[in-house]
């Protein structure tokens, strides 16, 4: 297959697969590898012509243990219900953020757990403020600064979805942007839910968070425009908190 | 890697099938395919990172993105298995190279006293004859053949590569460019 990528892109993208990158150019790299169409193919290219090298290890004993741990992170859902197998699973983009979604409630209503699980997609949008009002948040957490002044609030719904609302002490600074993270569990890693740069409500995108739960860990760093080029938080956690049942 | 897929013997599970069952939320084909994949991937874990603590928590990492991600996995872009070791690598890399560590600075001593066997010629050697890299990656001057695998599989950066191969940065850099520009074309 060809593409129509700069052979300047292409050297990128191997070297970025061979794992030689540093610095400016490996968050270059990790940037376009995220957001740009072409070099993703040239990524899986590079990626399809190298693979072969990594069935030369030598296997190693995998534990039970580990895979415990493992297990103890997919979430405390329970086996899912059996869907149908018609979906696609493939295409990512939008409809399969939707489809995840959509198979991720199921999964959860089939485990009885709906209340707890409020999670996934979110709505929210400036125009939503009447449907708010005939909605009541299932899970909401109130973030605080580190001074402990509230500064946001999250809700998150019955029916999946979940909001940002900024207060009047959610401070951003200039240049800067505000990046929301979900931290699934102990010792676990923050998963990125949404951006912010304006202190405007923000539909949270929770397809890569297994689910929100009571008592789970919302904070928020300061990050570059676009967020963290890392996937991880690279700035400054200002504001926190913990997310609790609504009665 | 079509070439790969079909040299396993047909007990391997299909790792695309499961892959599709993980996207509906099916925790046994997590299961699947750990048992398929897991030791595989704590080797090359363990040749990137060195300690097994490491190697463990990079794979664990790596199947809980399996979970989150799986329905994001495009079978028309590339093999299932392609896109499990490079979540695995992505990982891998991110702990050698993001997370300043003390735990892997502490064994910089002990990693030089790697196993000798585990060379770049050997690599080569363990490739599938039948598969083009092999044949490709002879066609370079083994100097650049060696800072290709090393790369790949001992996860050394350009810096890291002109320091173990004792050249300048410029020289390291070049052999990689054009190392992957002689790949690109014999494997077209």
Known sequence: MSTGITPDRDRLAAEYVLGVLEGEERREAERLAENDREFQVAVAQWQ??????????SPEPASEALWQSIAADLGEQASPEPTQASAPAAVPGPHTAVLALWRSLRFWRGAGLVGAFASLLLALGVGMLATRAVREPVLIAVLLTN????????????????????????????GRA?????????????????????????RLNLDRVPGLRPDQVIAI???PPQGSPTGQPTGPVIIKGNTSTAL | MTAVLGQEPSSAPDLQDALRRVARGDRLAVRVIYDAEAPRMLGVAMRLL??????????????????????????SRGQARTWLYAILRNRALNILRDESRTDLVDDFGPMDLKAPGDDAETTVMRLSDSGALKRCLERLDPVRRRAILLAYVEGLSHGELAGRLDVPLGTAKSWIRRALLVLKECMA
């Open chain 1, 221 to 223: 760093s300061v990050e």
């Open chain 2, 50 to 75: 060195r300690r097994r603590a490491l190697a463990e928590e990079a794979v664990h990492d790596t199947f809980v993105q399996i979970w989150l991600k799986a329905a994001s996995f495009d079978p």
């Open chain 1, 147 to 174: 001074e402990n002044r509230p500064a946001a609030v999250v809700n998150a719904f019955a029916d999946g979805t979940a909001e940002l609302i900024p207060l009047e002490g959610l401070e951003i600074p200039p």
């Open chain 1, 48 to 57: 399809a012509r190298l693979a072969e090298v990594d069935e030369t290890a």
């Open chain 1, 178 to 202: 505000l990046e929301v993270w979900a931290i699934p569990g102990a010792n676990q890693s923050p998963i990125s839910v949404g951006v912010v740069s304006q202190r405007r409500s923000l």
